[in-house]
């Protein structure tokens, strides 16, 4: 299994496992549950992490991120309108 490959897996089950998470958030609008801190850092994180693997240029790493900050930026939107 190539290294690529490891990495294009990881991400997709990681960028997969905030989608319940954000249909969740968006058809109840309850977010008292959520850390705001946590998704802020998370948010942050996301971002830095798509700037690193577009400066090195590794693809896993770009559309992992890129893939996972639509729904973790939904959720912190709710959470800070909603929360």
């Not at 490891?6 to 997969?16: E, K, P, Q, S, W």
């Not at 998470?21 to 058809?27: F, M």
């Not at 959520?34 to 400066?55: K, P």
């Amino acid at each position: 299994m190539s290294l690529d490959l490891i990495g294009y897996l990881a991400a997709a089950f990681t960028t997969l496992s905030f989608v319940p998470q954000a249909v969740k958030t968006i058809r109840s609008r309850d977010t008292r549950a959520i850390s705001l801190g946590m998704y802020l850092s998370f948010t942050a994180g996301l971002v830095l992490w798509l700037a690193y693997g577009v400066a090195v240029g590794s693809w896993p790493i770009i559309v992992a991120n890129a893939l996972a900050l639509p729904p973790a930026t939904t959720i912190l939107a709710f959470k800070l309108r909603h929360g």
